[in-house]
């Protein structure tokens, strides 16, 4: 009984291993991109791309467990629910009202500690954000903020 029961979860992983998500990944700079129409100080693109952009952008730098499942799917609904949310890659395509909100989301998102996710960091250490790394952002978030009309 036990060894039949671990036979079926056996064949069942080999089975949805043929079932992968899309990847997140284009090569082509979007239009639309945040750095494509402001200036996006080097500093912030780079704390950006270190610990946004895996999911909140149109190119996710993927681990090599990726290619496992179960952890591609939940993997790429984090990408697809943080992109909903806000895409720098598609950023410039949000009207002026929702450019600030997300802005004000940014920093709070951050002052709050909420971003990037634990379940993120805990395997991604390199995406931890220092304190002076947040101190960064969230004032480049608001000051961005108050600039965009
Ligand atoms: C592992 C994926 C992941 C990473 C990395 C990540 N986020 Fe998110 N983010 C999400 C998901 C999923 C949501 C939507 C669900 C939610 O609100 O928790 C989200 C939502 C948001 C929102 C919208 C929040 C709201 O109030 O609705 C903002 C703003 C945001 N993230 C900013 C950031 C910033 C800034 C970083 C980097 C410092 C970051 N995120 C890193 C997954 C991620």
């Given at each position: 009984?036990?060894?039949?029961?671990?036979?079926?979860i056996g064949l069942l992983m080999v089975a949805i291993?043929?079932?992968?998500?899309?990847?997140?990944?284009?090569?082509?700079?979007?239009?639309?991109?945040?750095?494509?129409?402001?200036?996006?100080?080097?500093?912030?693109?780079?704390?950006?791309?270190?610990?946004?952009?895996?999911?909140?952008?149109?190119n996710t730098v993927y681990p090599w467990y990726s290619n496992i499942q179960p952890f591609s799917w939940w993997?790429?609904?984090?990408?697809?629910?943080?992109?909903?949310?806000?895409?720098?890659?598609?950023?410039?395509?949000?009207?002026?009202?929702?450019?600030?909100?997300?802005?004000?989301?940014?920093?709070?998102?951050?002052?709050?500690?909420?971003?990037?996710?634990?379940?993120?960091?805990?395997?991604?250490?390199?995406?931890?954000?220092?304190?002076?790394?947040?101190?960064?952002?969230?004032?480049?978030?608001?000051?961005?903020?108050?600039?965009?009309?």
């Open positions: 009984m036990f060894r039949k029961t671990l036979l079926t291993q043929f079932f992968r998500p899309e990847k997140n990944i284009s090569t082509i700079p979007g239009p639309d991109a945040i750095d494509a129409h402001y200036t996006v100080p080097k500093e912030i693109g780079l704390l950006l791309r270190k610990s946004c952009y895996d999911c909140h952008s149109n993997q790429q609904s984090h990408v697809n629910d943080g992109k909903e949310e806000l895409n720098f890659d598609e950023f410039n395509s949000y009207d002026v009202k929702k450019k600030k909100k997300k802005l004000n989301e940014v920093a709070e998102m951050i002052e709050k500690d909420k971003t990037p996710l634990n379940s993120y960091t805990l395997i991604h250490r390199t995406a931890i954000l220092s304190a002076q790394d947040k101190d960064t952002l969230i004032t480049w978030a608001k000051e961005f903020q108050k600039a965009i009309n």
